[in-house]
Protein backbone atom coordinates (compact mmCIF):
# COMPACT_ATOMS: atom_id res chain seq x y z
CA UNK A 1 0.00 0.00 0.00
CA UNK A 2 1.70 3.65 -0.72
CA UNK A 3 1.46 5.82 2.11
CA UNK A 4 0.78 9.32 2.04
CA UNK A 5 3.82 11.00 2.33
CA UNK A 6 4.10 12.93 6.58
CA UNK A 7 4.24 16.34 4.67
CA UNK A 8 0.90 15.80 2.34
CA UNK A 9 -0.66 14.27 5.86
CA UNK A 10 0.26 16.93 7.59
CA UNK A 11 -1.31 19.69 5.70
CA UNK A 12 -3.89 21.85 6.61
CA UNK A 13 -7.40 20.84 4.75
CA UNK A 14 -11.09 21.77 5.34
CA UNK A 15 -13.81 19.52 6.15
CA UNK A 16 -17.70 20.11 6.78
CA UNK A 17 -16.92 23.36 8.74
CA UNK A 18 -13.67 22.89 10.54
CA UNK A 19 -9.74 23.03 9.56
CA UNK A 20 -7.86 19.94 10.26
CA UNK A 21 -4.29 18.34 9.71
CA UNK A 22 -5.64 15.86 6.40
CA UNK A 23 -4.62 12.69 8.20
CA UNK A 24 -7.22 13.37 10.39
CA UNK A 25 -10.31 14.34 7.92
CA UNK A 26 -13.13 11.18 7.59
CA UNK A 27 -15.87 10.93 5.52
CA UNK A 28 -18.68 8.55 5.62
CA UNK A 29 -19.02 5.67 4.20
CA UNK A 30 -22.05 6.54 3.15
CA UNK A 31 -21.29 9.66 1.61
CA UNK A 32 -23.04 9.81 -1.88
CA UNK A 33 -19.51 10.82 -3.22
CA UNK A 34 -18.17 7.63 -2.19
CA UNK A 35 -20.79 5.34 -3.38
CA UNK A 36 -21.90 7.50 -6.36
CA UNK A 37 -19.40 10.14 -7.25
CA UNK A 38 -22.39 12.46 -6.64
CA UNK A 39 -20.53 15.97 -6.57
CA UNK A 40 -18.89 18.35 -7.95
CA UNK A 41 -14.94 19.35 -7.86
CA UNK A 42 -13.20 22.52 -9.07
CA UNK A 43 -9.27 23.13 -8.95
CA UNK A 44 -8.01 26.71 -8.79
CA UNK A 45 -4.37 27.98 -9.30
CA UNK A 46 -2.46 30.05 -7.05
CA UNK A 47 0.35 32.40 -8.01
CA UNK A 48 2.76 33.88 -5.38
CA UNK A 49 -0.34 33.03 -3.11
CA UNK A 50 -2.71 34.73 -5.51
CA UNK A 51 -5.88 32.89 -6.88
CA UNK A 52 -5.78 33.47 -10.59
CA UNK A 53 -9.19 34.14 -11.83
CA UNK A 54 -11.14 33.45 -8.67
CA UNK A 55 -14.36 34.40 -10.19
CA UNK A 56 -14.48 32.07 -13.22
CA UNK A 57 -13.95 28.61 -10.84
CA UNK A 58 -16.41 30.52 -8.41
CA UNK A 59 -19.18 30.55 -11.20
CA UNK A 60 -18.15 27.29 -13.10
CA UNK A 61 -18.73 25.43 -9.45
CA UNK A 62 -21.68 27.40 -9.32
CA UNK A 63 -23.14 26.60 -12.21
CA UNK A 64 -22.16 22.52 -12.01
CA UNK A 65 -23.75 22.42 -8.65
CA UNK A 66 -26.88 23.81 -9.98
CA UNK A 67 -27.13 21.69 -13.06
CA UNK A 68 -27.03 18.49 -10.55
CA UNK A 69 -29.11 19.53 -8.17
CA UNK A 70 -26.84 20.55 -4.99
CA UNK A 71 -26.99 23.69 -3.08
CA UNK A 72 -24.06 26.05 -2.88
CA UNK A 73 -22.92 26.12 0.91
CA UNK A 74 -21.19 28.86 0.66
CA UNK A 75 -21.23 32.50 -0.83
CA UNK A 76 -18.29 33.50 -2.84
CA UNK A 77 -16.72 35.44 -0.10
CA UNK A 78 -17.33 32.58 1.93
CA UNK A 79 -15.39 30.07 -0.29
CA UNK A 80 -12.30 33.17 -0.72
CA UNK A 81 -12.01 33.53 3.02
CA UNK A 82 -11.33 29.69 2.79
CA UNK A 83 -8.86 29.41 0.19
CA UNK A 84 -7.26 32.43 1.41
CA UNK A 85 -7.16 30.34 5.22
CA UNK A 86 -5.70 27.13 3.23
CA UNK A 87 -2.99 28.99 0.71
CA UNK A 88 -1.67 30.66 3.84
CA UNK A 89 -0.97 27.43 5.78
CA UNK A 90 0.63 25.91 2.78
CA UNK A 91 4.94 26.67 2.36
CA UNK A 92 4.61 27.18 -1.51
CA UNK A 93 3.72 30.33 -3.00
CA UNK A 94 2.37 28.15 -6.13
CA UNK A 95 -0.46 25.96 -5.39
CA UNK A 96 -3.47 24.36 -6.70
CA UNK A 97 -6.40 24.75 -4.25
CA UNK A 98 -8.62 21.72 -4.97
CA UNK A 99 -12.75 22.05 -3.79
CA UNK A 100 -14.71 19.09 -3.67
CA UNK A 101 -18.68 19.22 -3.08
CA UNK A 102 -21.17 16.15 -2.80
CA UNK A 103 -24.40 15.61 -2.21
CA UNK A 104 -23.66 14.04 1.57
CA UNK A 105 -24.60 11.11 3.42
CA UNK A 106 -27.48 9.31 3.07
CA UNK A 107 -29.00 5.77 2.66
CA UNK A 108 -27.41 4.04 -0.56
CA UNK A 109 -30.51 5.10 -2.96
CA UNK A 110 -29.94 5.97 -6.32
CA UNK A 111 -32.47 8.92 -6.11
CA UNK A 112 -31.43 12.23 -4.89
CA UNK A 113 -32.20 12.88 -1.11
CA UNK A 114 -33.10 16.55 -0.36
CA UNK A 115 -33.07 17.03 2.99
CA UNK A 116 -29.11 16.72 3.66
CA UNK A 117 -26.06 18.77 3.95
CA UNK A 118 -23.47 18.87 1.17
CA UNK A 119 -20.14 17.14 2.43
CA UNK A 120 -17.58 20.01 1.76
CA UNK A 121 -13.59 19.58 1.45
CA UNK A 122 -11.07 21.27 0.69
CA UNK A 123 -7.39 21.31 0.32
CA UNK A 124 -4.24 22.65 -1.13
CA UNK A 125 -0.71 21.15 -2.80
CA UNK A 126 1.95 22.53 -4.24
CA UNK A 127 1.44 23.58 -7.87
CA UNK A 128 3.79 21.61 -10.12
CA UNK A 129 4.07 23.34 -13.79
CA UNK A 130 5.19 21.38 -16.76
CA UNK A 131 9.26 21.19 -16.62
CA UNK A 132 11.11 23.54 -19.15
CA UNK A 133 12.15 20.49 -21.35
CA UNK A 134 8.35 20.10 -22.08
CA UNK A 135 8.15 23.44 -22.86
CA UNK A 136 11.08 24.00 -24.68
CA UNK A 137 10.63 20.24 -26.81
CA UNK A 138 6.38 20.22 -26.43
CA UNK A 139 4.75 16.87 -25.50
CA UNK A 140 3.76 13.57 -27.10
CA UNK A 141 0.22 12.96 -26.87
CA UNK A 142 -2.08 9.86 -27.91
CA UNK A 143 -5.43 10.08 -29.50
CA UNK A 144 -8.54 7.49 -28.60
CA UNK A 145 -12.51 7.94 -29.23
CA UNK A 146 -13.85 9.63 -26.53
CA UNK A 147 -15.81 6.89 -25.12
CA UNK A 148 -16.67 8.59 -21.53
CA UNK A 149 -20.14 9.34 -20.86
CA UNK A 150 -22.41 12.32 -21.98
CA UNK A 151 -22.82 15.19 -19.59
CA UNK A 152 -18.31 16.14 -20.20
CA UNK A 153 -19.91 19.43 -19.30
CA UNK A 154 -20.17 18.87 -15.70
CA UNK A 155 -16.77 18.78 -13.20
CA UNK A 156 -18.02 15.70 -11.97
CA UNK A 157 -16.03 13.59 -9.42
CA UNK A 158 -17.26 10.69 -11.30
CA UNK A 159 -13.69 10.56 -13.24
CA UNK A 160 -13.46 6.66 -13.82
CA UNK A 161 -13.65 7.75 -17.95
CA UNK A 162 -11.18 10.24 -17.62
CA UNK A 163 -8.74 7.97 -15.80
CA UNK A 164 -8.54 5.27 -18.20
CA UNK A 165 -8.26 7.59 -21.47
CA UNK A 166 -5.08 8.97 -19.33
CA UNK A 167 -3.43 5.94 -18.32
CA UNK A 168 -3.67 5.85 -22.03
CA UNK A 169 -1.64 7.82 -23.55
CA UNK A 170 0.76 7.10 -20.02
CA UNK A 171 0.82 3.37 -21.10
CA UNK A 172 2.59 5.31 -24.27
CA UNK A 173 4.83 7.68 -22.31
CA UNK A 174 2.43 10.20 -23.14
CA UNK A 175 1.40 13.40 -21.83
CA UNK A 176 -2.14 13.44 -22.72
CA UNK A 177 -5.01 11.37 -24.94
CA UNK A 178 -6.84 13.60 -27.24
CA UNK A 179 -10.28 12.59 -27.48
CA UNK A 180 -12.52 12.18 -30.30
CA UNK A 181 -16.23 11.66 -30.73
CA UNK A 182 -17.99 10.80 -33.88
CA UNK A 183 -14.76 12.24 -35.93
CA UNK A 184 -14.45 15.19 -34.01
CA UNK A 185 -12.75 17.06 -31.42
CA UNK A 186 -14.35 16.93 -27.67
CA UNK A 187 -10.99 17.67 -25.38
CA UNK A 188 -8.24 15.60 -23.76
CA UNK A 189 -8.15 13.42 -20.81
CA UNK A 190 -8.00 16.43 -18.47
CA UNK A 191 -7.59 19.47 -20.72
CA UNK A 192 -8.88 21.73 -23.36
CA UNK A 193 -7.15 20.86 -26.62
CA UNK A 194 -6.43 23.71 -29.47
CA UNK A 195 -5.78 23.68 -33.05
CA UNK A 196 -3.63 26.19 -35.20
CA UNK A 197 -4.41 25.80 -38.60
CA UNK A 198 -3.34 28.99 -41.13
CA UNK A 199 -2.43 31.13 -38.23
CA UNK A 200 -5.95 31.25 -36.32
CA UNK A 201 -6.47 29.07 -33.18
CA UNK A 202 -9.47 26.75 -33.63
CA UNK A 203 -11.49 25.04 -30.82
CA UNK A 204 -14.60 22.88 -30.71
CA UNK A 205 -17.70 24.85 -29.57
CA UNK A 206 -19.30 24.50 -25.85
CA UNK A 207 -21.27 21.43 -25.61
CA UNK A 208 -22.77 18.94 -23.05
CA UNK A 209 -19.52 16.50 -24.77
CA UNK A 210 -16.51 18.68 -23.25
CA UNK A 211 -16.02 20.75 -19.81
CA UNK A 212 -16.10 24.20 -20.69
CA UNK A 213 -12.58 25.29 -18.73
CA UNK A 214 -12.02 28.32 -17.08
CA UNK A 215 -8.62 28.34 -19.74
CA UNK A 216 -11.72 28.57 -22.61
CA UNK A 217 -12.64 32.22 -21.97
CA UNK A 218 -8.83 32.52 -21.13
CA UNK A 219 -7.10 31.32 -24.23
CA UNK A 220 -9.80 33.90 -25.98
CA UNK A 221 -8.90 36.70 -24.48
CA UNK A 222 -5.42 36.23 -24.78
CA UNK A 223 -5.94 35.43 -28.54
CA UNK A 224 -7.90 38.94 -28.75
CA UNK A 225 -5.04 40.75 -27.12
CA UNK A 226 -2.33 39.34 -29.24
CA UNK A 227 -4.68 40.15 -32.60
CA UNK A 228 -4.56 36.03 -33.23
CA UNK A 229 -7.96 34.96 -35.00
CA UNK A 230 -9.81 32.84 -32.94
CA UNK A 231 -12.81 30.48 -33.70
CA UNK A 232 -15.12 27.85 -31.73
CA UNK A 233 -16.64 25.80 -34.32
CA UNK A 234 -16.72 21.18 -35.05
CA UNK A 235 -12.89 20.27 -35.34
CA UNK A 236 -12.73 17.19 -38.04
CA UNK A 237 -10.26 14.51 -36.88
CA UNK A 238 -8.55 15.47 -39.97
CA UNK A 239 -8.06 18.94 -39.28
CA UNK A 240 -6.14 17.80 -36.10
CA UNK A 241 -3.76 15.68 -37.71
CA UNK A 242 -3.04 18.20 -40.25
CA UNK A 243 -2.70 20.74 -37.56
CA UNK A 244 -0.05 23.29 -37.95
CA UNK A 245 0.14 23.20 -34.22
CA UNK A 246 -1.53 21.91 -31.52
CA UNK A 247 -1.75 23.44 -27.75
CA UNK A 248 -3.43 21.91 -24.55
CA UNK A 249 -4.90 23.94 -21.80
CA UNK A 250 -5.94 23.45 -17.65
CA UNK A 251 -5.01 24.55 -14.52
CA UNK A 252 -1.69 22.83 -14.00
CA UNK A 253 -0.76 22.55 -17.79
CA UNK A 254 -1.58 26.36 -18.30
CA UNK A 255 -0.73 26.65 -22.08
CA UNK A 256 1.40 23.50 -23.38
CA UNK A 257 2.62 22.66 -27.03
CA UNK A 258 2.48 19.33 -28.51
CA UNK A 259 5.17 17.89 -30.85
CA UNK A 260 3.82 14.55 -31.20
CA UNK A 261 0.50 13.13 -31.62
CA UNK A 262 0.10 9.08 -32.33
CA UNK A 263 3.86 8.85 -32.61
CA UNK A 264 3.81 11.41 -35.75
CA UNK A 265 5.66 14.92 -35.55
CA UNK A 266 2.62 17.98 -35.71
CA UNK A 267 3.12 20.77 -37.63
CA UNK A 268 5.11 21.35 -40.93
CA UNK A 269 8.38 22.39 -42.70
CA UNK A 270 10.77 23.56 -40.85
CA UNK A 271 8.65 23.66 -37.49
CA UNK A 272 7.29 20.22 -37.74
CA UNK A 273 7.73 18.34 -34.07
CA UNK A 274 8.51 21.64 -32.63
CA UNK A 275 6.73 24.70 -30.84
CA UNK A 276 5.10 27.12 -33.12
CA UNK A 277 4.81 30.64 -32.86
CA UNK A 278 1.15 31.25 -31.79
CA UNK A 279 2.39 28.98 -28.85
CA UNK A 280 5.48 31.28 -28.04
CA UNK A 281 3.01 34.36 -28.07
CA UNK A 282 -0.13 32.81 -26.17
CA UNK A 283 2.38 31.64 -23.55
CA UNK A 284 4.14 35.02 -22.48
CA UNK A 285 0.21 36.41 -22.41
CA UNK A 286 -0.37 33.84 -20.29
CA UNK A 287 2.22 34.62 -18.09
CA UNK A 288 1.25 38.22 -18.17
CA UNK A 289 -2.57 37.78 -17.27
CA UNK A 290 -1.48 35.76 -14.22
CA UNK A 291 -0.04 38.59 -13.05
CA UNK A 292 -3.03 41.18 -12.94
CA UNK A 293 -5.74 38.62 -13.00
CA UNK A 294 -4.91 36.55 -9.20
CA UNK A 295 -6.32 38.16 -6.21
Known amino acids: ?32 GFLFGDGIYEALPVYGRRLFRFDEHMARLNRGLSKIRIPNPFTEAQ ?9 AANESDDQAVYIQV ?32 QRHKGVA ?32 GAAET ?13 SNVWVVHEGAVLGPPKSEHLLE ?4 ELIRELCEEEGIAFNLRPVPEAEVLAADELMLSSASKEVLP ?18 GPVYARLFEAYQRAKRIQSI
Open 141 to 172: CTTARDFRWERGDLKSISLLGNVLARQMSADH
Open 258 to 275: VTLLDGEPVGHGALRGKP
Open 79 to 87: WLAHCRKLV
Open 178 to 190: ILFRDGYLTEASA
Open 102 to 133: TRGVAPRNHVMPTDIEPTVFMMSNPLVPPAPE
Open 1 to 32: MTAVPDKLADSLCYLNGEFLALRDARVSVLDR
Open 213 to 216: GVRY
